[in-house]
């Protein structure tokens, strides 16, 4: 019964056929969502998270943005906190219209197959049946959404580890989801990466063909991998074994579609000599990668190299503000220290977003042509921290994310 029902849910959710069109949704706070209306306030009692049920595909989503009574501050974030509107400002009448593209997606593949989620991606709002906005801010005021289709969009497929991934909670934080803020509504950003994954489990997980499934000729795909595949003993592993055949494997699947593929050196974790200096611990693996970048014509970004600068600017102590590094009693329910040398706090994430964005300007100029908000951005000098501001979301956890 179980797998008939799992059958059921896959084909109603690949069968159902977009909405044809524009739908715009006046946010009431008395408005709860329900499975009837489709659309209303969810997850949390306070008006904060606003759904709205749609089939899997790409929606343009406008919101109009200010308030008539007050100035406000706004924030928007997009399912598992994909950042879209930052910290913007309008004065008591000022309304705001910002739009941008939105994936949603679900694990399924076809009627029988589907991807082989963690248990705990399958309560993950980048997996479910609807589009959820996180209406955030110090003080936010969003007066209405509006959906609709987006077909005549590019769509940039990530694929990754919890360094890309989309972090559902704070204070966790990750590259692809910072990297949403800053295209136009020309593009869609689908992160499928995933914490823990390396390119052959990724593979295995049937995440890259759930990714090619929708993916169309002329779009494009970001792969970083390294951290977990490092970690891979045996007979045919290591990085001039099966992580090269993983990124071969990549490169042939998304040429077949006609899709452009961008290799993406591993960030580095957080560990330096005795002279400062920061210390490359994937060994040959990013090596392999700008072998084969090499050999099959692929463009790569050097984000080993990027992230080395980024973190000998802040020093070895400075550079802490850039990882999950919180004292005791940070956050709610935290009984002990966070200390972590590999994954990325907002600011980190947000820094290392820039870093692939300025990557973009050669490895792939005809996307870059979809960046706005950003003129430049040299890793040698990062932006202040003190002058980052991030308003956290309601989602804290406190358990490190799979991978290191």
């Known amino acids: 019964m179980k797998t008939k029902r799992l059958m059921l849910a896959a084909i109603a959710a690949i069968g159902l056929a977009l909405p044809s069109a524009a739908e ?24 904060v998270y606003y759904s709205v049920k749609v089939p899997d595909g790409r929606y343009r989503v ?7 009574k007050k100035a406000a501050e706004t924030t928007v974030r997009a399912e598992s906190r994909r950042l879209l509107v930052e910290n913007l400002a309008t004065r008591k009448g000022e309304t705001v219209r910002k739009s941008f593209v939105v994936d949603k997606r679900s694990p399924y593949i076809d009627a029988e197959t589907s991807v082989r989620l963690k248990p705990r991606e399958k309560g993950k ?3 479910d049946d609807r589009l959820t906005f996180e209406l955030g801010g110090e003080n936010p005021a969003v007066r209405s959404i509006t ?25 966790w934080a990750s590259w692809g989801q910072m990297v949403t803020r800053f295209f136009d509504d020309k593009v869609a950003v689908a992160n499928y990466a995933e914490s ?6 990724f593979i295995a997980a049937r995440r890259l063909k759930r990714a090619l499934r929708d993916a169309r000729k002329g779009d494009w795909m970001f792969v970083e991998f390294g951290h977990n595949d490092q970690k891979q003993k045996g007979p045919g592993k290591g990085a001039w074994y099966s992580y090269l055949t993983s990124l071969k494997t990549f490169i042939d699947e998304a040429r077949l579609k006609g899709v452009n593929i961008v290799l993406v050196t591993p960030t580095r974790r957080r560990v330096f000599d005795e002279y400062g200096r920061s210390v490359n611990t994937h060994e040959e693996f990013p090596d392999a990668m700008r072998w084969i970048a ?27 503000c850039a990882f999950v590094h919180y004292p005791m009693g940070s956050f709610p329910g935290q009984e002990k220290a966070l200390e972590d040398n ?23 100029p005809a996307l870059f042509e979809h960046i706005v908000d950003f003129t430049e951005y040299n890793p040698s000098e990062p932006d202040d921290p003190a002058a980052f501001k991030w308003v956290p979301a309601p989602a804290v956890g406190l358990v490190k994310p799979d991978g290191n």
């Open 62 to 68: 406008t919101f109009e943005i200010g308030s008539p």
């Open 342 to 364: 590999t994954h990325f706090n907002p600011y980190g994430a947000y820094q290392i977003a820039k870093c692939v964005i300025e990557g973009m300007r050669t490895a792939s």
């Open 125 to 127: 709002l980048d997996w």
């Open 196 to 201: 823990g994954e390396s390119a052959n489990t």
């Open 24 to 47: 715009t949704y006046i946010l009431d706070k008395a408005q709860r969502y329900d499975t009837v209306a489709g659309h209303g306030y969810d997850l949390v009692d306070a008006p």
């Open 294 to 320: 090499e050999k099959e014509n692929v463009p790569l970004i050097e984000l080993n190299g990027m992230t080395a600068r980024l973190y000998q600017a802040r020093g070895t102590e400075g550079s802490k």
């Open 147 to 171: 959906v609709e289709p987006a077909e005549d969009v590019t769509t940039v497929y990530l694929c990754g580890n919890s360094t890309v991934v989309d972090q559902e909670e704070e204070p």
